[in-house]
């Protein structure tokens, strides 16, 4: 049995969202990474599954109050309110929470919950993109590109104020992996926060492993865990075709999994979501297979 988690328990919560990308297809991720076999790759590990089902999205018939500022608000934070609910719920239970998604919003919802339950936390960003918009900066509106600055508490104040405007994450403690898609106004707040950002040009000059072995120190210095949240964007769309804002020139499959394997040799991460996974833009669910398979590097599986 391999396990690299103190919890044996894991507790599977989907979220098919997709509002918060205001694109349809994301919405069937979870499904798509049950199919591809999530399940019973994890209990080959020796983990127990408790696939806690879906959590129920409405699709309203317009934007909102707020238009296209902030696309879909109110049902975005209804649902990550729930979410919340049930990740404190699983932590609660001594389980280890592993959401499926869905849009990159759903993150927001994912670290309340574990806040819940952890004064301080680490958080490692996997993504081609910051996600460090609010509703003054965003060209878009889109809400799964404003889920990292709402967790450290910037933003709408109906988004910042789940699970409590007061429990956040420390900025010091945060590092973004993979970017190589950022708005300018995203830089500006990066430089702000003092954010660590380990863009494709940093992991080109100084490889993975040195990249996750700096990211450890900074994310697990003084906290009580790590959350990781992996968008499947910050792999190269060469290994994963199907997600809703592809970018070129990314993390390769093999990167991918060094990553996830150095992180469960650490046995830092006590929380993790895997999202973005659009089976309409994707090639027989390879995109949903290389989800499950990061999710099986990080708990533990190993080649030999």
């Known amino acids: 049995m391999n396990r690299s988690l103190h919890n044996k328990d894991i ?24 199919c591809a076999g999530m399940q019973a790759r994890l209990e080959r590990l020796g983990y127990i599954v408790h696939d806690e089902g879906d959590i129920v999205v409405r699709r309203p018939k317009s934007y909102g109050e707020h238009g296209t500022t902030l696309k879909y608000l109110d049902e975005i934070a209804r649902v990550c309110d729930e979410l919340h609910k049930n990740v ?13 998604g869905g849009d990159h919003s759903i993150a927001l919802g994912t670290i309340a919950g574990v806040l819940q339950h952890k004064r301080s936390i680490g958080a490692i960003w996997f993504d081609s993109h910051a996600d460090m918009n609010t509703d003054k900066s965003t060209p878009s509106g889109n809400i799964h590109g404003m889920s990292l600055a709402v967790a450290l508490g910037l933003g709408h104040p109906r988004l910042t104020g789940i699970g409590g405007a007061d429990k ?3 900025p ?7 970017a190589r898609s950022l708005d300018e106004g995203e830089r500006k707040l990066i430089r ?3 954010i660590k950002v380990y863009t494709m040009h940093d992991i080109d ?7 996750i072995e700096e990211t450890i120190q900074i994310v697990t210095d003084g906290t009580e865990g790590v ?78």
């Open 88 to 100: 404190a719920d699983a932590i609660q239970k001594g389980f280890f929470p592993l959401v499926v």
């Open 11 to 34: 507790s599977v919560i989907g979220v098919p969202m997709d509002l918060g990308a205001d694109r349809r297809g994301v919405d069937m991720g979870p499904s798509a990474i049950r």
């Open 205 to 211: 000059r100084l490889g993975m492993t040195q990249v």
């Open 227 to 304: 959350h990781l949240s992996l968008d499947l964007d910050g792999i190269d769309p060469e290994d994963a075709p199907g997600v809703g804002t592809p970018v070129i020139g990314g993390i390769t499959y093999r990167e991918g999994h060094l990553a996830m394997e150095l992180l469960a040799e650490a046995g830092c991460i006590i929380s993790a979501e895997f999202v973005e996974v659009n089976p309409i833009l994707d090639s027989m669910n390879r995109t949903a297979k290389v989800a499950v398979g990061l999710m099986a590097s990080l708990l533990g599986e190993k080649i030999l």
């Open 168 to 170: 956040k994450v420390d």
């Open 172 to 178: 010091s403690k945060v590092v973004i992996i993979g």
């Open 192 to 194: 702000e926060l003092g």
